[in-house]
């Protein structure tokens, strides 16, 4: 990935209801998905968005499947259904029974094989996904299979259709982003993750590029239950860390700041990961 530490410090002063897309994008193709279902609103704002631009293509699971990260159903042999989805006029769509990730598979081996799209973009997603949230959300992992397999993608983040000033202004804006050099010159296997903040259309900050933030998400199980039959049944629970310290510079506190945040990722490069130059001496293999 190339260096976009100088970035980091950049604060791109764009008003989130002034940005408007470029008259002729460089995509001309664009998929579109999410991980929060084929009826979700905001889903629907975006593919929207982008029509008015491109052609869109939306292949999205027929419900909610949060936290699916960028599984696929390859190993288990299932067939998946897929029908057409009336989104309205501009836009060919299909609701899928089946994970984020097989929709975008199946978009980009089958539906859009002999087509394939210039750029993937996914959600809206209802709730925020910053620092660890990359970790599990279907959100950014259709944008890291998409990265996977050479499409520049980005994932966008936190809208409520309760906000109406970013219900108008969020979508147009994403289009905007996707229209950026920013996006059209991802490196290979780069991707974007954009969260956007709780607030109305003229409270937001700013945008800015953001690192990761400390991790926020926490996970426990309720205590299990015995049967007769000594089988343990157990709840997975989580909450999100939204009062604790976190780095100047991270997602987290520009999040909280108001701002729009923009983080660039990319396959492989996961926080925290030792150089390999550094690493320690491996026992040789013996036979």
Request: net charge negative.
């Amino acid at each position: 990935m190339k260096d976009l530490r100088p970035m980091l410090f950049v604060v791109v002063i764009i008003l989130i209801t002034s940005a408007s897309p470029a008259a002729t994008p460089w995509f001309s193709r664009v998929l579109v998905t999410n991980d929060d279902g084929i009826d979700d609103p905001r889903l629907h704002a975006l593919a929207r968005a982008f029509a008015d631009v491109a052609e869109v293509v939306v292949v999205a699971p027929s419900e909610n499947c949060s936290g699916s990260s960028n599984y696929v159903s390859v190993f288990s042999e299932r067939e998946l259904t897929a029908a057409p989805y009336d989104m309205g006029e501009g836009i060919t769509a299909w609701v899928v029974e089946g994970f984020p990730g097989d929709c975008v598979l199946l978009a980009l081996e089958t539906i859009m094989k002999d087509a394939p799209p210039d750029l993937l973009v996914s959600g809206v997603n209802a709730g925020p996904n910053l620092a660890d949230a990359w970790i599990a959300s279907g959100t950014i992992g259709v944008a890291r299979l998409a990265a996977h397999a050479g499409l520049p993608a980005v994932a966008f983040s936190n809208l409520t259709p309760d906000a109406p000033s970013m219900m108008a202004a969020v979508p147009q804006w994403c289009v905007a982003l996707a229209a950026t050099d920013a996006v059209r010159d991802l490196p290979a296997g780069g991707y974007l993750n954009v969260n956007f903040p709780r607030c109305t259309a003229d409270e937001v900050a700013g945008v800015v590029w953001a690192g990761i933030g400390d991790p926020i998400f926490h996970d426990t199980f309720e205590t299990g239950v015995l049967g007769e039959d000594g089988r343990a049944t157990w709840k997975l629970k989580w909450w999100m860390d939204r009062e604790g310290p976190q780095p100047d510079e991270g997602d987290v506190a520009r999040h909280r700041a108001n701002y729009v945040t923009v983080t660039p990722m990319q396959i492989g490069d996961f926080k925290g990961v030792l150089p390999l130059e550094k690493a320690a001496g491996l026992p040789s293999w013996t036979r």
